[in-house]
């Protein structure tokens, strides 16, 4: 009984921390090394092989038969089936010091919608800041020719504390076939932003931050049958490794915002697209 109330003690302790300082907390300042941002760059190499093999358009239809069908009977029910993955290069995991790579993949199944208007959603970048609200905060459209876009977007994360970051990203968009598409996103610029929304809003020296977001880039595929659409989205992101000490309070954020981050993207496109 003792040993449970001093756990409980020191829980309680730590959500008071928490609650006094969390509009001002920081993880200490991370500095974006070059080992680490090469091997980022050697995954999305090999996650970007992949997407660009002969295997399966969807991540559902190359899995085992058995969750294969799980997952289509997942989204057929309104639900997300979404998973946590890794790209290994030649079967080894790839050693990333001082970061962690967030890989998630998910898919949606939206009944009546077309590939014409998934793309036009995804398209309308100026209107994610109202499509996507809270998580984007500000969006704009900088450039356009075709289906290459150039995009401003303000992202707000929420989780124990509030972080801000301005991003910048390049879009491209195809259509392999009649009935899908595919749009692969990179980010250009990823800055946190302190003091936001006050006269003090200044930005933090790209990599040379708090560290929770780095890197980000996103892939989605969309594809029409069984008389709807499949929208598959994959996201592989950047951030700091948790400090050590720090595993309560800035583990949930590191490694909790990227799943999060998909599932409201995705759950938010359904909805958009069902109205």
């Known amino acids: 009984m003792r040993e449970v109330g001093v756990k ?14 969390s509009p001002t907390i920081h993880a200490g300042a991370a500095e974006l090394q070059p080992r680490t941002l090469a091997a980022f760059d050697r995954y ?26 799980d997952a289509l009977e997942t989204v057929r029910r309104k639900a997300l089936a979404i998973e946590r993955v890794t790209t290994k290069d030649r079967g080894r995991e790839i050693d990333v010091p001082d970061g962690i790579i967030h890989h998630w993949i998910g898919t949606a199944f939206v009944r009546s919608a077309t590939v014409d208007q998934v793309v036009a959603l995804l398209q309308d970048y100026d209107a994610h800041q109202r499509i996507y609200a809270p998580a984007v905060a ?15 977007l303000r ?12 991003s910048e990203h390049d879009a491209r968009f195809t259509r392999p076939a009649p009935d ?45 049958r069984d008389e709807g659409v499949y929208i598959h989205c994959e996201s592989v992101s950047l951030s700091r490794a948790i400090p050590i000490g720090l595993g309560w309070l800035i583990g949930p954020f590191v490694t909790g915002i990227p799943r999060e981050s998909l599932t409201f993207t995705l759950e938010t496109t359904r909805r958009q697209l069902e109205q």
């Open 8 to 21: 409980l003690y020191r829980w309680v302790g730590r959500i008071l921390v928490v609650g006094l300082v």
């Open 44 to 69: 999305v190499q090999l996650t970007e092989a992949r997407l660009s093999s002969n295997a399966p358009f969807l991540w559902i239809d190359g899995l085992p038969e058995a969750r294969r069908r």
């Open 138 to 152: 500000a969006s704009k459209l900088r450039s356009r020719d075709g289906n290459h876009f150039t995009v401003y």
């Open 155 to 166: 992202f707000l994360m929420t989780k124990v504390k509030t972080v801000v970051v301005n």
């Open 180 to 224: 899908r598409a595919e749009g692969w996103i990179h980010s250009t610029r990823i800055a946190q932003v302190d003091e936001a929304g006050t006269p003090r809003e200044h930005e933090k020296p790209g990599g040379n931050d708090d560290g929770y977001l780095w890197r980000l880039n996103t892939y989605w595929r969309v594809q029409a």
